[in-house]
RNA sequence: AGGCGCGUAGCUCAGUUGGUUAGAGCGUUGCCUUGACAUGGCAGAGGUCGUUGGUUCGAUUCCAAUCGCGCCUACCA
């Protein structure tokens, strides 16, 4: 007998289940001859998972537990990213709130303090996976920082150096003042903020005068301030309003620099003047300009974004804000200021710290990209690296063609320190070590090394991942076996940062592709489609929809620590509408089904809380309809095909199907598809139709041994195969029926999770069985329709007829009869009526050709029945209508293959037949009103 | 500006080579405490598939234009 509880509870046995997978090592590899490896996307460590992580890593572990079932040898590869900036952030914030800076601890202090750090917070992402489920191997947890990372990380950094594919250099990069580092391209954001367009007057030289008569040129910024380091002014080579100005020069207000006058095609002659100033240290196309031309680079800004010592004395140290304010004024007071526009610009802001960035020109390290993309183009080319969706690959090509040289230096302390130093006389030595820099350049020990401070960036080292976590640069038995990994599930959004520099790095030290597929998953927003974010307080916490929150803690969590406390407010307010009651506690396999139902290619996705409430009640299904089974089946047999009823080998049947479907679903990372066909089968084949079917044998007293035996042996080894099946999807729950459900199917393996996936049955499928249920689910649909529409009880039983029927009609209704009795609730024999058979007053609907007939216990039913079957009769014809339209066709008849026309043939006459029948029926009802009236 | 994607039921979404009466979940209407499940059962209502053209015997599906929305990339100082 069951020890289930009446209804699901996953709070009851996820925990247990889990502990208990863990300690017994199903996780780790077993010794299968295949392997299957997934890396995964390393988290931040000192972060929280979020939906879109929960939503990853559902999909990741969908696809592990398919394959280990499967017989392969799997390694879902786990870790966690030390995420450079962001980490560095939390753990500044932390000291300021102890009255603490960065320097009053000093380095080695502080990187102590991240350590101590991560300890305490980095259990949080690994107790969430747990709760999840993730099967990832514990045992091989690695971190990017942890000591054989490093060892990789700065072998990497020196081989590419010994090639020249490292160089530094003084270049312009994008500069976070606030972070006082710098960001690749790829950190920065552009958003549209209103701002101003300045127009400046520029003296020019010695009475020289412009064709037009003026003895100056107007130039506009957006950033006044820049203007003290312009070096030059630019215009269009063909633009006769400044051509005989070219090659002179101008003067430079405030500071008083000569400029030269330089023509340049980059320069639009329709945008403003057609006269830009040049600013080669401040901006990034200046900058490219004053290569060509060969103009000086003047820095003018500190490392905090104020003025520094470039500039004229008087704007020093001001603030760059400060100082626009201060040239603007300064500037209108000597009358060069010729007016100020209203001006939309592109501001660009700091993922990190949203402070708006200056290019500037530092000393940065660079990886040169020309060399290392080629390789890595080719190897999507020619097919090495797929992507799934294939749509992301020109998006991956786009991006590849004009990559620009990486630059990989931070001015931070949290990362990996990069392996150079200097001496006193400007050389540089790199190597993985002092000792080893020195030996090899043989350098004495009174020769002073410092190391340069800066740190390599995150991305640098997270692009040898999937090598590096399998022991490279050793040649482990690990990097041999699961390298390449065979898929990466990742967003697009990482497409640049992370999947094309990791195809780059490892195609050149390994010569292998880090994976052969990329599936692509679409991006989680909340049920508006807004992105979630703290700031917006939407976001959702996936154990908080595992365990449940009540709406005051889950206000409470959403308002925390805001960045933009004023937002506070609208934040309660929206949750308390969203969530008036919390979130109830869905469990861990509720939320897994519900993200791969959502996981449908290419898209947004709009998560919505009632999937899960759906797919949790999905559960309770599940689980309800094994307790039937254990409640109904005491033991099973060995059985015959022979023995097998017609109820029997259509589940077998249909669930042939289920493991066709399942598998293909499964192998082209359609997880939607796959969900679906779980669901589908499940409620509405097993539980709506089998399970009902069985009741007519397990409820009737009079059945025989062979019938009970049949059906419980089918009931238990479809629920046995079916919870295979969905366990990659909800492992928790199925893993727990498993165990009831398996004894009784004669299986005595301790966990549902190392069994084999259900094969592809060679037998196919069953048609005889499909076709005679099939049947039986029309005929018991039809009279249900007309219980429905007359209002009659369940409760009470009704007598059926059949008329107008074929052979084959009859065999199907002697073959289903029983079944059919029970399922339609009806009264005595069914009666079969010959065509001229007369009909009592009655309703009638038809399945195909054959009448199914219900008489009226009360000629006062004709009137409604009456109304429905005119209501039937105009829909049939007009569709009746539309088919005999397309037949009327001669090209439609001429064209089409004949095998359509043929159909639309049969349909045709179907339909012609079913509306001639009901017009009859019309009739007789009419004469019964009429009779019932003049009575 | 360029690129990509999306407009299908009240809401969230499927729809795989163009071919029956376009599907699912949630919501909704009516009936039902039937011996797994009211987290349930049965039956129903609800869509001119954004718009307009084109190709075709036939278009939600292919093509073009157009409107609306989203994302990404690059931007004019």
């Not at 394959?67 to 300021?96: C, F, N, P, Y």
């Not at 939320?591 to 309770?620: K, Q, W």
Request: charged fraction near 25%.
């Amino acid at each position: 007998m069951s020890q289930l509880d009446d209804s699901f509870n996953p709070g009851a046995i996820e925990r247990a289940l889990y502990a208990e997978w863990e300690e017994s090592g199903y996780f780790a590899p077993t010794t299968a001859p295949e392997p299957y490896s997934i890396a995964i996307p390393p988290p931040n460590v000192t972060g929280t998972l979020h939906i879109g992580h929960a939503f990853q890593h559902t999909l990741m572990d969908a696809l592990i537990r398919y394959q280990r079932m499967s017989g392969k040898q799997t390694l879902w590869q786990t870790g966690t990213d030390h995420a450079g900036i962001a980490t560095q952030m939390i753990v500044t914030e932390q000291l300021a709130t102890e009255g603490l800076t960065l320097e009053d601890i000093g380095r080695e202090a502080f990187i102590e303090r991240v350590w101590k750090w991560r300890e305490e917070s980095g259990g949080t992402i690994s107790e969430q996976m747990r709760r999840m489920g993730s099967s990832v191997d514990w045992s091989r947890e690695r971190f990017t920082m942890d000591e054989g990372f490093s060892r990789a990380v700065k072998a990497v950094f020196v081989q590419l150096y010994d090639q020249g594919l490292i160089y530094r250099g003084k270049r312009l990069v994008n500069w976070d003042p606030v972070l006082g580092t710098a960001l690749s391209d790829l950190e920065v954001t552009n958003e549209d903020e209103p701002g101003s367009l300045w127009h400046f007057r520029y003296p020019l030289e010695d009475g020289l005068i412009t064709p037009d008569g003026n003895a100056y040129v107007v130039v506009a910024t957006t950033r006044p301030e820049t203007m003290l380091g312009d070096t030059a002014i630019a215009v269009h080579p063909d633009d006769d309003r400044y051509r005989t100005l070219i090659g002179k020069h101008a003067v430079l207000p405030l500071v008083g620099r000569k400029l030269p006058i330089i023509s340049d095609t980059y320069v639009d002659p329709e945008f403003g003047t057609g006269c830009v100033k040049i600013t080669p240290a401040h901006d990034f196309n200046d900058n490219e300009i004053g290569h060509r031309h060969g103009l000086e680079e003047i820095n003018i800004l500190s490392a905090v974004a104020t003025i520094n010592a470039n500039a004229p004395a008087l704007y020093r140290d001001l603030d760059r804000f400060d100082a626009r304010r201060r040239i603007v004024a300064d500037l209108d007071e000597l009358g060069l200021l010729e007016n100020v526009e209203d001006h939309t610009i592109k501001i660009p802001r700091s993922e990190r710290s949203g402070e708006i960035v200056e290019p500037r020109l530092t000393d940065q390290w660079f990886v040169k990209i020309e060399p290392l993309a080629q390789p890595a183009i080719d190897a999507v080319k020619d097919g090495s690296i797929a992507f799934i969706p294939k749509q992301y690959e020109n998006l991956y090509f786009a991006w590849m063609r004009d990559v620009r040289d990486w630059c990989i230096s931070r001015q931070q302390w949290w990362g990996h320190q990069i392996p150079a130093w200097y001496d006193g006389n400007g050389n540089v030595y790199v190597g993985q070590n002092e000792e080893a820099v020195r030996a090899d350049a043989n350098l004495d020990t009174e020769v002073r090394l410092t190391q340069d401070p800066d740190v390599l960036e995150t991305w640098f080292s997270s692009a040898l991942w999937t090598f590096a976590t399998l022991g490279w640069p050793d040649k482990t038995p690990e990097l041999n076996l699961y390298h390449p990994t065979n898929v990466l599930v990742t967003g697009h959004d990482i497409i640049f940062f992370w999947v094309a520099r990791m195809i780059m790095m490892t195609l050149h030290f390994t010569g292998e592709v880090p994976f052969k597929q990329v599936y692509v998953h679409g991006l989680i927003r909340d049920a508006k489609g807004e992105k979630m974010s703290k700031t917006k307080g939407n976001g959702i916490d996936p154990l908080d929809i595992i365990d449940g929150i009540s709406l005051d803690d889950l206000v409470a969590k959403r308002t925390q620590n805001l960045t933009q406390p004023r937002m506070a407010e609208a934040i309660t307010i929206a949750t308390q509408k969203e969530y008036p009651n919390g979130i109830r506690n869905y469990g861990s396999d509720a939320l897994r089904f519900t993200f791969c139902a959502y996981a449908s290619p290419g898209r947004n996705i709009n998560f919505d809380l009632s999937r899960v409430e759906g797919y949790h009640y999905f559960c309770n299904k599940l689980w309800n309809v094994s307790r039937f089974v254990l409640m109904n089946v005491d033991s099973i047999t060995e059985l015959r095909g022979s023995e097998q009823s017609l109820a029997d080998r259509w589940i077998v049947s249909r669930m042939r199907q289920l493991i066709v479907d399942a598998r293909e679903a499964v192998g082209s990372y359609r997880f939607d598809l796959f969900a679906n066909a779980v669901y589908e089968f499940i409620w509405h084949e097993y539980c709506d139709w089998y399970v009902e079917l069985t009741k007519s044998v397990f409820f009737d007293a009079n059945a025989d041994q062979t019938e009970v035996s049949a059906a419980s042996t089918t009931l238990v080894t479809v629920l046995e195969i079916l919870l295979r099946v969905a366990h990659p999807i909800m492992p928790y729950i199925t893993e727990t029926l498993w165990r009831e459900i398996a004894p009784l199917a004669g299986l005595t393996a301790k966990t549902l999770m190392l069994q084999p996936f259900p094969q592809k049955e060679d037998a196919g499928l069953d048609e005889e069985a499909d076709t005679a249920i099939e049947w039986l689910k029309e005929v018991v649909t039809a009279v249900r329709n007309i219980r429905g529409e007359r209002g009659i009880k369940p409760s009470q039983d009704v007598v059926l007829m059949l008329q107008g029927g074929t052979s084959h009609d009859r065999q199907l209704s002697k073959a289903t009869e029983k079944l059919m009795r029970r399922l339609a609730k009806l009264r005595g024999e069914i009666v079969w009526l010959n065509d001229d058979d007369s009909v009592p007053a009655c309703s009638v609907q038809l399945v195909h050709r054959l009448k199914v007939i219900v008489p009226f216990t009360d000629l006062g039913e004709a009137k409604t029945e009456l109304q429905r079957l005119s209501v039937e009769i105009r829909k049939l014809q007009t569709t009746l209508e539309k088919i005999a339209a397309k037949l009327d066709n001669p090209n439609f008849v001429e064209k089409a293959p004949a095998s359509v026309v043929a159909k639309e043939q049969i349909r045709l006459d179907e339909l012609s037949n079913q509306v001639d029948t009901l017009l009859q029926q019309r009739v007789a009802l009419e004469d019964i009103i009429d009779d019932n009236a003049t009575k």
